[in-house]
């Protein structure tokens, strides 16, 4: 097997591991300034034309999302190894969205390129913490802290867009595979992606 699929493989193990990580539906959130020292930050400049958001090095893709504000931003490299669409109510209150689309990589290709200083930490349980802009509140990523499987997880709405509003390198990588925590939904969904009650190994509701 290539070490595309074994990443692809991994894809409901992680999906499990990052439901687990939001924790329950009540969120006991505290705050703290951020000073991790695993992300790096600084002596990147944005790239520059058609493609500033989303550029190949080589043979990876590396995307760029941004807050509202600009203040902050990050750097995706690789392909996500998940994408899922979270109903979960952690993730309904922490982005005001009925759900959101959830792209996953591993800790080390997800690094703040700018705007380290301005990024604000929220802990939603013991294994994830959440990332926000402190000038605009803008959501950039989280990061989970499992011993056996960290990764970041980036929500696909921070990406850079074209002129015509679509995100820069749009692929099939991208696009969600399957939908979590769909008991808690705030709108029904009629797609062919599974949908899971709660995590990928719980009742399906579109059996």
């Not at 930490?121 to 990332?131: D, G, K, L």
């Not at 850079?160 to 509003?165: A, C, K, L, N, T």
């Amino acid at each position: 097997r290539t070490h595309s699929q074994r990443r692809q493989g991994t894809l409901f193990r992680l999906v499990h591991l990052c439901a687990l990580a939001s924790g329950p539906p009540v969120c006991q959130t505290k705050t703290r300034t951020h000073a991790r020292s695993g992300i790096r930050s600084r002596g990147a400049k944005p790239a520059s034309g058609a493609m500033a958001g989303a550029a190949v090095a080589g043979e990876a893709m590396v995307r760029r999302g941004t807050c509202m504000c600009g203040a902050c931003a990050v750097e995706l490299r690789g392909q996500p190894f998940f994408s899922v669409l979270c109903h979960c109510t952690i993730c309904q209150r922490w982005n005001a969205a009925p759900f959101t689309h959830w792209l996953g990589y591993p800790v080390a290709s997800v690094r703040c390129v700018e705007g380290e200083d301005k990024l604000i930490a929220h802990n939603t349980s013991a294994t994830m913490t959440r990332f926000a802009c402190a000038v605009c509140s803008v959501p950039l990523f989280n990061e989970s802290h499992s011993e056996t499987e960290p990764f970041r997880d980036v929500p696909s709405g921070i990406l850079d867009r074209d002129e015509s509003g679509r995100i820069l390198g749009l692929d099939a990588e991208l696009a969600p595979k399957t939908h979590i925590y769909y008991r808690s939904r705030v709108f029904a969904f009629n797609d062919n992606l599974p949908k899971f009650t709660a995590l990928p190994h719980s009742a399906r509701l579109d059996a």
